[in-house]
């Protein structure tokens, strides 16, 4: 890639500083449910579905699925049942 005649090396790597923020946003600890309050990434505890401070969603609670699996996602891995 040339600017201006001179040859540029490496500018389609480059990257936009709120990209970056959300890369080191991603790679923060997960949110988990701990009894019926869970911790936001921003760090209120909340008992919501939403955190009222940044909006972020709330993690899927833990659920038992019929095939007898302890499930975490939305949807359990083993036969597919969705989360109640």
């Known amino acids: 890639m040339f600017i201006y005649g001179f040859p540029v090396m490496g500018l389609q790597y480059m990257t936009r500083a709120d990209e970056l923020f959300r890369m080191a946003a991603d790679n923060r600890t997960p949110r988990v449910w701990n009894g019926d309050k869970w911790l936001c990434l921003c760090g209120t505890e909340n008992s919501t579905n939403f955190c ?11 659920w038992k699925c019929s095939c007898g699996r302890d499930c975490t996602t939305n949807f359990c ?8």
């Not at 891995?77 to 109640?84: F, S």
């Open 52 to 62: 009222p401070e940044c909006g972020a969603k709330a993690p899927v609670k833990p």
């Open 77 to 84: 891995p083993d036969c597919g049942a969705k989360a109640p």
